[in-house]
């Protein structure tokens, strides 16, 4: 039986993981793929470090060389992380003909001309189902179960950190500090949290979903990100009462030429298939206008779940091996010369419906002057709630507002304007409604 020979960049989380399944389910990927599998070179930052599994077998180094300039390196896996020295190894490893898989969302994110440019120069291929949801196959059911739809919109809950903070607000009704450090203190959160409750890594994974979907490479820096670090009970305890839970989405859309990139805490009915996903799970719900409506559901993180999508890239490349081919699927679903240059809709331009929660002085008048500013800028609304009655006149008291779809642009400017009348106490609360198709 013939063997594949797997060069490991990175020995940590998933990198470990990787050899524990390899090891594992040896047998049984034997038989699925007719060939053994094997690691048979690791470069890691410290190779004398103790690891989670035994790495009998694997000529552990500091040097890179070991697998780029090994002829018998048939496939190189990147676990490293970060954009530089993963970069190089990436790079590299395309240079000396090899084909490579990784899990590093922000290289592919940021860099993804460079990279995507030149796995198409050379005709190689890119495994990166891990990149995106962890273990959930998303990547390859929009690369082959979907090839002959056009994507209508991909929906993402996909930073199970989020996740399961928003979770545990809405269950428990905590503030964001304490769930934090609670996440901090179960392993959930990383001690500095800004990029996954910010934004950060939902963009790197839709900027992924967008360019397979669409076949093109956008400027990562132009995805609007927004976190939920300003989302309080409050908020979720209002919209709940008003049918929705508040979810931090990863949503692209083609518009026209242009796609719509955007990560933010949104509102969702609490009928929507998402609005069940809970924790520390991740779900990415993907429209195609044949198919209509799909969900897939899974761990987006973790030694297993994670490893778990990097072992079936690798047997996938293993594949092309056994057959003699470089590449089957091309990396970003189009083939060479079909990739578009597609630009992000600015969130300015954004149409949507609005959560917006007032803290005003309970007088009269208040809510006229409100809406007069809202109207003047073509904003109408399509309900409001106004909690509880002020005990004492000087007392702030809550308005929320639903807004019909209205431009962003519009609504921050009636916001502007509106914060500056003399009966407003405090910052207004601004979420985003997704209604879907
Ligand atoms: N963890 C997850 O659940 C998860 C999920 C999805 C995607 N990912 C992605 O998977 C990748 C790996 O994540 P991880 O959690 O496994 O990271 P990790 O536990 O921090 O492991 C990183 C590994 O890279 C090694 N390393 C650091 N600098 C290096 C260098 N210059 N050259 C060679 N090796 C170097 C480290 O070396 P030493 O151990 O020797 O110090 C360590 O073994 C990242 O791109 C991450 O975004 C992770």
Redesign the pocket.
């Known amino acids: 039986m013939r063997t594949i020979n797997v060069g490991l960049?990175?020995?940590?989380?998933?990198?470990?993981?990787v050899i524990s399944i390899l090891r594992r389910n040896r047998g049984l990927i034997r038989a699925r793929l007719g060939a053994d599998l094997r690691v048979t070179h690791a470069?890691?930052?410290?190779?004398k470090?103790k690891r989670s599994v035994a790495l009998r077998g694997i000529s552990v180094s500091?040097d890179?060389a070991t697998i780029l300039s090994n002829p018998g390196i048939d496939i190189v896996v990147?676990?490293?992380?970060?954009t530089?020295?993963?970069k190089s190894?990436v790079l590299g490893a395309l240079d000396a003909g090899k084909p490579v898989v990784?899990?590093?969302?922000?290289?592919l994110a940021e860099h993804a001309r460079e990279i995507f440019g030149r796995v198409y120069e050379k005709e190689l291929s890119i495994g990166f189902e891990?990149?995106v949801a962890?273990g959930i196959p998303v990547l390859r059911s929009l690369k082959e179960g979907l090839s002959g739809d056009h994507i209508r919109e991909i929906v993402g809950i996909v930073n199970g950190t989020s996740n399961y903070i928003l979770s545990k607000m809405s269950a428990e009704g905590t503030p964001f500090a304490e769930v934090l450090a609670e996440a901090q203190r179960l392993g959930y959160a990383e001690r500095d949290p800004t990029f996954d409750v910010e934004g950060h890594d939902a963009a790197h994974k839709l900027a992924i979903l967008v360019n397979l979907a669409y076949g093109t490479t956008i400027d990562y820096s132009k995805i609007y990100k927004e976190g939920i670090s300003r989302i309080t009970p409050t908020d979720i305890t209002y919209a709940r009462q008003m049918g929705y839970v508040v979810k931090l989405l990863a949503i692209g859309k083609l518009s026209g030429q242009r796609v719509e990139a955007r990560v933010h805490p949104t509102l969702i009915s609490v009928d929507h298939q998402l609005a069940a996903v809970n924790g520390v799970f991740n779900a990415v719900f993907i429209t195609g206008d044949n198919v209509d409506a799909t969900m897939s559901y899974g761990r987006?993180?973790?030694?297993l779940?994670?490893g778990s999508a990097v072992v079936s890239d690798i047997i996938d490349l293993a594949r092309n091996q056994l057959a003699g081919i470089q590449q089957k699927i091309p990396a970003l679903s189009v083939t060479k010369g079909e990739l578009r240059n597609l630009s992000v809709v600015p969130i300015h331009e954004l149409e949507s419906e609005y959560y917006l929660r007032f803290q005003v002085l309970d007088r009269v008048g208040v809510l006229a002057s409100m809406t007069k500013i809202m109207g003047n800028n073509n904003i109408s609304i399509q309900s409001m709630v106004q909690p509880a009655q002020a005990d004492h006149p000087e007392d702030p008291v809550q308005v929320i507002l639903i807004t019909h779809r209205a431009r962003d642009r519009d609504v921050q400017k009636s916001l502007r304007q509106i914060a500056k009348l003399n009966f407003i106490t405090g910052p207004t609360q601004l979420i985003r409604i997704e209604s879907f198709e």
Not at 9 to 17: A, E, S
Not at 78 to 82: D, K, N
Not at 300 to 303: F, I, P, R, S, T
């Open positions: 960049f990175g020995l940590g989380v998933v990198g470990c993981g470069v890691t930052a410290n190779p470090k500091k890179p990147e676990l490293v992380g970060g530089t020295h993963a190894y990784t899990a590093n969302k922000a290289l891990a990149s962890g987006g993180a973790g030694a779940p994670t």
